[in-house]
């Protein structure tokens, strides 16, 4: 059986940070995103606003990009959708539609994801399955039977974007009172989901893929582990891999997670171990690093947040330990140079942490250029 090196969430951070200040007071910032600008996070603002938040020298500067573009930009449920679509967007959810916005022609596209009349739904998170067509999973939360049995549905719908708008392509039940992003992950053509113990692999459109490699693998080792369920499963923007996690142990929110690495190319799979993580709180997977080499997780315990990342092709090197935050808002990948950025609120800190590049493979291309 595969089994993970232990994580030690005690050992000195790896890396050590560029620290800023909070350019303005925490209550401003109400959602941030990466973007393709160097040293910079996109956030959605309080007064109605879009800035980027950007490093420069020794402070943080916040720059106007547009404002009241929305009757309501910062309302809502709020949730970032990646990959994006182009170099030079930014894609989220706002509770019942999805926006695309342009930063070189600060222009926006929004798509109604949920009906007004459906006012029991919200979309809680969503992923890019395909770029051509471009097809977003949304994870979708309804009350609409809370009343009757006091849980909340949650499904998983496959949405097409074209010319003709939004255009539902199928849909998938989650089970009952589903954690947002915990239960399923989209990209490559493909979906993975999570329910009653089963893992399966479905197309774009939501249809199940029973023969697919992955799928097989994924099970396998689930039951090797003695998984209890899935901790989240984020697809590469540009090659066959996935990273994932399981949640083995759960003793009255005493926490056991592993984190495994799946190579899916070619049509067999090499899992390969990341980490465990024993005695903890709550374990969730971050995104890639634009340059494609690098991923990051984040392990809560005793009231701090303890940031790990992980570069994704040395099988030999454990993940790199940051250090911990008290209240972190938000931690996304930067570029020029390569870095992991944590926003938070109890510090009004911004922490900027300088990870080494390393050579592409000859597959590996850039999903999101730098703005010029």
């Known amino acids: 059986m595969i089994t993970p090196p232990r994580l030690d969430l005690h050992t000195p951070a790896a890396i050590s940070p560029s620290r800023y200040l909070y350019p303005a007071p925490a209550l401003l910032f109400v959602h941030a995103m990466p973007c393709a600008v160097?040293?910079?996070?996109?956030?959605?603002c309080y007064d109605n606003a879009l800035r980027l938040l950007t490093l420069e020298g020794a402070e943080v500067k916040l720059i106007p990009v547009a404002n009241d573009y929305l009757p309501s930009i910062a309302g809502g449920q709020l949730s970032t959708v990646e990959p994006s679509p182009t170099e030079h967007q930014i894609a989220y959810l706002q509770s019942r539609r999805l926006v695309l916005f342009d930063l070189v022609t600060r222009t926006h596209q929004a798509y109604r994801v949920i009906n007004d009349v459906d006012m029991e739904q919200i979309a809680m998170a969503g992923a890019f399955a395909t770029q051509s067509p471009l097809t977003v999973i949304v994870q979708v939360e309804d009350t609409t039977h809370y009343g009757q049995d006091g849980h909340v549905d949650a499904r998983l719908l496959a949405c097409?974007?074209?010319?003709?708008?939004?255009?539902?392509?199928?849909?998938l039940e989650l089970e009952q009172d589903a954690e947002k992003e915990l239960d399923w992950g989209a990209g490559r053509g493909l979906v993975v989901a999570f329910k009653e113990g089963y893992l399966e692999v479905y197309n774009a459109s939501l249809v199940p893929q029973a023969t697919h490699p992955l799928g097989a693998a994924l099970r396998q080792l689930f039951e090797e582990?003695?998984?209890?369920?899935?901790?989240?499963?984020?697809?590469?923007?540009?090659?066959?891999?996935v990273v994932f996690a399981f949640l083995e142990v759960d003793r009255q929110g005493t926490r056991t997670y592993s984190v495994?690495?799946?190579?899916?190319?070619?049509?067999?799979?090499?899992?390969?171990?990341?980490?465990?993580?024993?005695?903890?709180?709550?374990?969730?997977?971050?995104?890639?690093?634009?340059?494609?080499?690098?991923?990051?997780?984040?392990?809560?315990?005793?009231g701090q947040t303890h940031f790990f990342v992980h570069r994704l092709f040395?099988?030999?090197?454990?993940?790199?330990?940051?250090?911990?935050?008290?209240?972190?808002r938000s931690a996304h990948f930067a570029r020029g140079p390569l870095s992991l950025i944590v926003m938070d609120d109890d510090l009004e800190v911004v922490c900027s942490f300088p990870l080494p590049s390393f050579p592409r493979s000859p597959e590996e291309t850039d999903p999101c250029p730098s703005l010029s």
């Open 38 to 44: 160097d040293q910079s996070l996109a956030v959605i």
């Open 160 to 171: 097409e974007l074209g010319e003709r708008g939004l255009v539902q392509r199928g849909a």
């Open 225 to 241: 582990r003695r998984a209890l369920r899935l901790q989240g499963l984020r697809f590469h923007p540009t090659r066959d891999v």
């Open 260 to 302: 495994f690495q799946a190579d899916f190319g070619g049509g067999a799979v090499a899992i390969t171990p990341v980490a465990l993580a024993e005695d903890v709180g709550l374990l969730r997977l971050g995104s890639f690093s634009p340059d494609g080499q690098w991923t990051f997780f984040q392990v809560s315990e005793g």
């Open 314 to 328: 040395a099988t030999d090197e454990l993940p790199l330990n940051l250090g911990a935050f008290p209240a972190p």
